[in-house]
């Protein structure tokens, strides 16, 4: 079974500085790995997907991860952030077998102080 | 396209009553999921749809939850009796068969549920 610890259930940075988000996963086969965001009363849109290839993965809105298998690790990071990033973000887990569901951690919300 | 249509988008009831969320996925998408979103802790799947199939229910209380696809595109999930800790929203998801773990998903907005 697999399984998404995220470090953190809230983190506070300033407008501008560094954004780094915490997850790391558990998983018996290759993982698949994806970060959603969720803004206040509205559902959770993709920001990024791992799933071969590359180890380092852009999304949206400025947003980069890297899966890092020896440290079973794909953290969230931005190098700058916006008032506008203020959300919630969640760490996501399944595998390369269509039908497995996907499997969330608890989430961090992120605060953008100006 | 259009996105996943979910309604209502709130639901205020009291405990004992039942209630019923539905859910329009994407067209074309035969995988279809509902997840509970607990205030503070991430979304946990209550059941998963492939066409009019159930894929897995394994976490869904079925003494008291039911959700149904008969047709292979919208889904209802019911909650009946209600209990104070239903209080949730609740996310419909839909994805391209055998897909899911390479696109992701899309999601609602959601049903916010609230149980006095």
């Known amino acids: 079974a697999q399984s998404v610890t995220q470090l953190g259930s809230h983190v506070s940075v300033s407008e501008g500085a560094l954004v780094l988000l915490r997850c790391n996963y558990s998983?018996?086969?290759?993982?698949?790995l994806f970060w959603y965001v969720q803004y206040p009363n509205q559902g959770l849109q993709l920001l990024l997907k791992?799933?071969?290839?590359?180890?380092l993965v852009k999304g949206i809105n400025g947003f980069e991860a890297e899966f890092k298998k020896s440290e079973t690790s794909f953290h969230l990071t931005k190098p700058s952030a916006h008032m506008s990033d203020a959300a919630e973000y969640f760490c996501?887990?399944?595998?390369?077998?269509?039908?497995?569901?996907?499997?969330f951690g608890k989430g961090t919300r992120l605060s953008v102080i100006a | 396209e259009a996105g996943v249509a979910q309604s209502p988008r709130y639901k205020i009831i009291e405990k004992r009553q039942s209630v019923a969320f539905w859910c329009n996925p994407i067209?074309?998408?035969?995988?279809l999921y509902w997840y509970q979103q607990i205030l503070g802790q991430g979304p946990k799947l209550l059941i998963q749809?492939?066409?009019?199939?159930?894929?897995?229910d394994s976490q869904l209380p079925k003494d008291r939850f039911s959700a149904e696809r008969l047709k292979g595109v919208d889904s209802t999930l019911k909650i009946q009796p209600a209990k104070l800790e239903d209080s949730a929203v609740y996310l419909c998801?839909?994805?391209?068969?055998?897909?899911?773990?390479?696109?992701?998903?899309?999601f609602g907005s959601g049903t916010r549920l609230t149980v006095v």
């Open positions: 067209s074309g998408h035969a995988t």
């Open positions: 791992y799933t071969t290839g590359a180890t």
């Open positions: 749809f492939q066409n009019n199939g159930v894929v897995d």
């Open positions: 998983s018996s086969v290759p993982p698949y």
């Open positions: 996501a887990v399944t595998t390369n077998s269509g039908n497995t569901p996907l499997v």
């Open positions: 998801a839909s994805s391209l068969p055998g897909t899911g773990g390479v696109y992701g998903y899309t």
